[in-house]
């Protein structure tokens, strides 16, 4: 089991850009497959990006590759999402997820553990 925690939420503008990071408790963190997912007030919680343990296969939602990446520094015990050009139906709480495994997971039920979430808002 791993301890997620996100950090780097909050309030931006239309257009703006905005990074948010989860660190991973685990010592064996480059052994985790990571994914960022997020949930919009009255919405079900959808799938954003997911990377795989080594960092060089990703995945992205249909239409969020080319505004936001996720990456990652296994030294760190990190993993990022940069979101760039945002827009207020970005507005959600971010959550990082984590799953040991060589996959990429982009199914929500296949993470076993998960963070605490963090609020990006998107304003007009």
């Known amino acids: 089991q791993v301890e997620l925690v996100e950090s780097g939420g909050g309030l931006v503008q239309a257009g703006g850009s905005l990074r948010v990071s989860c660190a991973a408790s685990?010592?064996?963190?480059?052994?985790?497959?990571m994914g960022w997912f997020r949930q919009a007030p009255g919405k079900e919680r959808e799938f954003v990006a997911a990377i795989d343990r080594s960092g060089r296969t990703t995945y992205y939602a249909d239409g969020l590759k080319g505004r936001f990446t996720i990456s990652r520094d296994n030294a760190k015990n990190t993993v990022y999402l940069q979101m760039n050009s945002l827009k207020p139906e970005d507005t959600a709480v971010y959550y990082c997820a984590a799953k040991y495994s060589i996959l990429v997971i982009t199914n929500e039920y296949g993470y076993t553990d998960w963070g605490q979430g963090t609020q990006v808002t998107v304003s007009t």
């Open positions: 685990a010592r064996t963190f480059s052994g985790y497959a």
